[in-house]
């Protein structure tokens, strides 16, 4: 009887490690060359995150740095320098630094990211599929939430990233199988694709300690799928401003954020201060 527990406990226990693997996603350094070579993907998620101005990542990134203030020849063209890129950082104030971006082989790309100050849910969205800076248009979409929502889906984003560990994907590039809503399928449209199996989720999370990336896999379990699901059924209801439709998804949320954070390995601590309205409010 012990020996038949014991194997039963083990056999569990393998079950319950598979299923915490695959619901994770992939740590990624986000590049993906084309055929000339360039970080296709890396430039995507950047001309979203600076609205498509390669003016604002300079200036956002510190690209004049070197020559404007290192090699500054004195401390006047130094502090003439700092002065030109306060008014600049101003001019160009767009930096979204935590984005979830959803690419899709035959649609624009779109993404969700945040407002702090109005706890605004944010979309935005291509207007092409061939992304190029200071060409393509950024459509900018908010929507004010309440500050629990705001928060939890927040959370949710930052633990998908965390708990990220690196998995093998499969050839075929199989990914997302989207099901629309039986009570209203047509009403699904404007943003979500309608084909999702080639679908590509990247997460992206800016810390004090840089930048870190995580993308979806081919090798997801339900709940993994799940969670790709919701972040762009979140887009859809922001998008189109349904509320309702937003509240829709407060239970699978909820359940997402318990299963997640199981997933935390015991040396990654993360909480609430860690999240944007909290560091805001540090700073205020």
């Known amino acids: ?26 740590a990624s350094s986000m590049l993906k060359y084309d055929l000339r070579g360039i970080e296709s993907d890396k430039e995507m998620i950047e001309i979203l995150r600076y609205e498509g101005q390669l003016e604002c990542k300079r200036w956002q990134t510190d690209y004049y740095d070197d020559k404007g203030y290192y090699g500054a020849k004195s401390a006047q063209e130094r502090d003439a320098y700092s002065e030109k890129k306060d008014a600049m950082l101003e001019k160009y104030p767009t930096n ?51 500050a629990a929502t705001y928060d939890s889906i927040q959370m949710l984003h930052m633990l998908a990233i965390y708990t990220a560990v690196p998995m093998d994907q499969r050839i075929d590039g199989r990914l997302v199988h989207f ?48 969670l790709q699901r919701t972040f762009i059924h979140i887009c859809w209801a922001v998008y189109n401003n349904k509320p309702d439709y937003l509240d829709m998804l407060d239970d699978t949320i909820r359940l997402l954020l318990t299963q997640y954070r199981r997933l935390l390995l015991p040396d990654v601590h993360i909480d609430g201060f860690m999240l944007d309205r909290q560091r805001l409010a540090r700073q205020e």
């Open 1 to 26: 009887m012990n020996r038949f527990l014991s194997v039963t406990m083990l056999a569990l226990l393998a079950i319950g490690a598979s299923a915490q693997t695959t619901d994770r996603l992939s």
């Open 96 to 146: 979204h630094e935590k984005l979830v971006v959803i690419k899709t082989p035959t649609d624009p790309p779109f993404a969700l990211t945040y407002d702090a100050k109005d706890t605004a849910l944010v979309v935005l969205k291509s207007n092409e599929e061939k992304m190029a800076w200071d060409k393509t248009k950024i459509k900018v979409v908010k929507m004010k939430v309440d």
């Open 179 to 226: 099901v629309a809503p039986n009570r209203d399928p047509s009403a699904l449209y404007s943003l979500i694709p309608r084909e999702l199996e080639f679908v590509r989720c990247h997460f992206v999370w800016a810390d004090p300690t840089g930048d870190k990336y995580a993308k979806t896999h081919n090798c997801e379990s339900e709940t993994a799928k799940i």
